[in-house]
């Protein structure tokens, strides 16, 4: 299996953002797993909440069918009562197989005046043909007892809009996370302006793919790396 990072440029134009997903899907190969940066379909597009809803809602039906042979994961703006949410989608074999909302919103952002926040409960290890695989977004990262919450995950997903002024911690952050669980790590991360860019695929020894200059960033996908990584120093990690 493939593991694939994307990295691209939102737009005001959410039907383009769209377009350019399916482009760089449609350009990764067949059996890989692949991460798109947070909210890449709409930015933060306070001004045009429900517009964001659906282009999401749309997306949902594109990429079911588009994860026939390939697991297919990014956030978007949803809805639920009202309430706004920056929910995490993974498509696998034309399904909806999980799904978890941003908890920990950023303030400097002022995510927490437009969005509710998730569940922590939903943060938590899930089993993907028998990979185990967590997810945490963007900022929650900073949050050691996360980690905790997903220790044991073989490959973790960061989709990310994370500043380019912090470029420095989210690549600090990433890294650390994949050695602290000596496992495979996707990072996603918008290549916008004011962005960091810093999309990587990490190994499970911490071995940093990265280059902002790329749309798709690829590596093969190895479980005797993270069994070997898990017995070579014994953390009492399972392989």
Known sequence: MNLVSLQFKTTSNFEDNLSKLVSLINQSPTNSFILAPELCLSGYSYENMQ???DISLKAIEILKELSINKIISLTMITKENNNFLNTLYIFNKGNIVHTQSK???FPLGN????????????????????LKVASLICFEIRFIDLWKQIQGADLI?????????????????????????QCYLIASDSSNKDMASSSAI??????????????????VYDKKEIKKMRLYLNIGLKG
Do not use: H
């Open 111 to 130: 995510e927490d005046k437009y969005f509710t926040a998730g569940k922590l409960k939903d943060i938590k290890i899930i089993d993907i043909d028998g």
């Open 51 to 53: 517009e964001a809803v």
């Open 202 to 219: 990490i190994s499970p020894f911490g071995e940093v793919n990265l280059d902002d200059s790329k749309e798709i960033i690829s590596q």
């Open 157 to 181: 997903l960061i989709p990310a809009m994370w500043g380019k002024l912090r470029k420095e911690n989210f690549e600090t952050l990433t890294q650390a996370l994949a050695v602290t669980n």
């Open 103 to 105: 908890v920990k919103l």
